[in-house]
Structures are given as structure tokens and as C-alpha cells.
């Protein structure tokens, strides 16, 4: 009975191994990107990839420079966001948002969406869709926001003196409500008010800044 049962089992998962094997890996959820291409600007390439559990990237480039995808984590809430809109534009699906007029050349913008096999995108110059307008507004503050960090650290490293400027910028920015995700900036901001080699002036905006975000005043 027991050689019997062995043989019978040995052959069950012989039988099954090639299935399970075979089985597709879990989905990784779905990813919103936005592309914009426009030359003779600054900058002239602009990639960001949102994934569904916020892993995002950015590539942020003139286009004569190479490809360098740049981690961030972005909160659930824009993430949430960035779905939305895309699900009112039904994932890019059969979507034709250019305006169909002559206006001035602002840009190639893409929308993609990809989730497994399945690949929409949507591409135009200028739109008057009331979404994809929101959608784009919040990709080019992420860009924005990506930008500001990126000066403030390389400032940081590099020219301590100009610090005071892009920390400024950004203040402005984030009284504008241009910034999306304001928290991506406090790690920066607490490490530039707690280092007493940068002007006194710069670190005090850091530190008032760090706390408004904290407090979201």
C-alpha cells in the first residue's frame, strides 16, 4: 500500500509540475507613464513611470544626454489620483485627445498605460479634455517637483552659496501648490536646516519649510 501510494504521488506531481511551471508570474499591477519630448527646451525629454505601489522613476533630460531613470516613492494619494484621471480617460483605450487645430507646437505628450500584455497610449500637442488637462498639469508638477529636488541636492553638494536661491524656488512653488507630493522633499530639507556649512538664512527657510509641510499649512 505504501509503494502504491508513493507511485501515485510521485506521478501527481509529475504530471502537474509542467502546469505549475507554465503558470504566468503575479502581476505586478498596472503603470500610468507620461512622456514629453519637446525640443529646443528645457528640459527636452521627460519620462515619469507610476507604478501602483508608488515605485516611481524619472528621466529628465536634454536628448542628446543618455537615458537615466531617477527612483521616487510617491505617496498613495497621487498615485490614486494618477489612476483616476487615467481610468476617466479609459486607460488611453481608443482616446484621441489632440484638439485637431492649428496652435503652436507645445510639445509631443504621451499617456501610456500598460498592466501584463495589455499596452494604450495616447499622444497629442494640445488638448482641451478637461482630465487629460488635470492628468498633464500633475505629471509637469511631478516634473517640477523632481527638478527642485535634484537642484537643491546638487546646490548642496556643489555650490553652497546657491543654496539659498533653489531653496527659495521651492518655497515659492510649494505657496503656489505646484508641488504634488511635498513630503518627497523633507528628507533633503531636515538634512540642509541641520548642517551648519550652508547660510544661516537658507537653513532657517528649510527648517520653516520642513515644518509647513510636516503640519500641511
Known amino acids: 500500500m505504501k509503494l502504491r501510494f508513493h507511485f501515485v504521488t510521485t506521478c501527481v506531481v509529475l504530471i502537474c509540475a509542467p502546469v505549475l511551471m507554465a503558470q504566468p508570474p503575479a502581476s505586478a499591477g498596472a503603470t500610468i507613464t507620461f512622456r514629453k519630448i519637446f525640443k529646443s527646451s528645457y528640459p527636452e525629454y521627460v519620462e515619469i513611470k507610476v507604478p501602483e505601489n508608488g515605485s516611481c522613476t524619472a528621466d529628465i533630460r536634454q536628448l542628446s544626454e543618455d537615458p537615466s531613470p531617477q527612483p521616487f516613492q510617491l505617496s498613495q494619494s497621487v498615485v490614486q489620483r494618477v489612476f483616476e ?37 495616447t499622444s497629442f500637442n494640445y ?3 478637461s482630465s487629460a488637462q488635470q492628468l498633464l498639469d500633475l505629471f509637469e508638477n511631478l516634473t517640477r517637483e523632481q527638478l527642485d529636488l535634484s537642484d537643491l541636492q546638487r546646490t548642496m553638494q556643489y555650490d553652497h552659496l546657491g543654496v539659498y536661491d533653489v531653496v527659495q524656488r521651492i518655497e515659492k512653488d510649494y505657496n503656489d501648490q505646484l508641488l504634488p507630493d511635498p513630503s518627497a522633499l523633507l528628507p533633503t530639507l531636515d538634512k540642509l536646516a541641520l548642517n551648519n556649512t550652508y547660510l544661516d538664512i537658507a537653513r532657517g527657510v528649510a527648517r520653516t519649510l520642513a515644518g509647513r509641510i510636516r503640519t500641511g499649512r
Open 127 to 129: 488638448s482641451t479634455n
Open 85 to 121: 484621471l487615467a481610468n476617466d480617460l479609459h486607460d488611453f483605450n481608443g482616446v484621441n485627445l489632440e484638439i485637431h487645430r492649428r496652435v503652436a507646437d507645445l510639445g509631443e505628450k504621451t499617456f501610456i498605460y500598460q498592466n501584463g500584455p495589455q499596452v494604450y497610449q
